[in-house]
């Protein structure tokens, strides 16, 4: 060996992702053109092509629903599902297609609950539900007594993303003696967001508060990323977690 050969790094070899453990992801855009997701069909099938090889049997992708932003009906989601499923069939790829929503909780969702209105649930009456990433709403909590009174079982998508939640210790533990059942993105543990939302979210893992993981695919960037998580401390550790993605 030479002395210079001293100083030459072997190239890191990444563990290949596989999600077959996980079986189910319950968060991602992947209905063309309906928000800020995939933009076309060509797209979304490359999309669910690359999940459907990581091991996964079944994606429910669910697209925002914003009063300001997206203003996705059900109508438009299960029209737009429709579309995706045609479309995966003729290309071959194995895997089951369903679709719910995320809700943005703003004073329009609220009344929506409030009237009984038709919403997007999935596997047992599970409803999707996030806020803004800064401030804590001030109808947090009253946004979620409205949704359990109705009988849906709210899921915070990515709970580890909102600044106003990882400086407040008091609403993580009114949250949690609630029972309110956490998503937290695999994403968030690769490093893509940020190091605190990094932190915060293997903080939720470890004290056993994640019941669901998701990818919140939204295009190519999202999964190659994802690719690292093997690199991850907490990988093998998510394997073993007591998710219920698995019954869905």
């Keep these: 060996m030479g002395f210079l050969d001293l100083f030459k790094r072997k190239p890191e070899v990444i563990e290949d992702l596989d999600l077959s453990w996980l079986q189910v992801d319950m968060h991602s855009h992947l209905i063309p053109g309906i928000d800020d997701g995939s933009k076309t069909m060509e797209e979304s099938l490359h999309l669910i092509k690359r ?24 109508e438009i989601i ?40 038709d919403v997007l649930t999935f596997g047992n009456n599970y409803i999707l539900v996030e806020t803004g990433f800064i401030n804590r709403p001030q109808m947090l909590l009253e946004i979620i007594f409205q949704l359990e009174m109705a009988g849906y079982k709210p899921i915070l998508a990515h709970p580890e993303r909102y600044q106003y939640l990882i400086a407040d210790k008091g609403l993580l533990q009114d949250l949690t003696d609630r029972q309110i059942l956490f998503q937290v993105n695999i994403l968030s543990l690769t490093g893509f967001y940020s190091k605190p939302v990094k932190d915060f979210g293997e903080m939720l893992v470890e004290t056993g508060l994640v019941k669901f993981l998701g990818t919140d695919c939204h295009n190519q960037r999202y999964l190659d990323m994802m690719e690292t998580l093997p690199k991850s401390k907490l990988y093998q550790k998510l394997k073993q977690l007591d998710l219920l993605n698995s019954s869905l």
């Excluded at 459907?52 to 914003?66: E, N, Q, S």
């Excluded at 045609?86 to 089951?96: D, F, L, R, T």
């Design 51 to 74: 999940l459907a090889d990581y091991g996964l049997r079944k994606i429910i992708t669910t697209p925002h629903i914003m009063s300001e932003y997206y203003r996705n009906t059900p």
């Design 78 to 117: 299960t029209m737009g599902l429709e579309d995706l499923r045609k479309a995966v069939n003729k290309e071959g790829i194995s895997i089951e297609i369903e679709a719910a929503a995320e809700y943005y909780m703003d004073e329009i969702f609220l009344e929506k609950i409030k009237n009984g209105e």
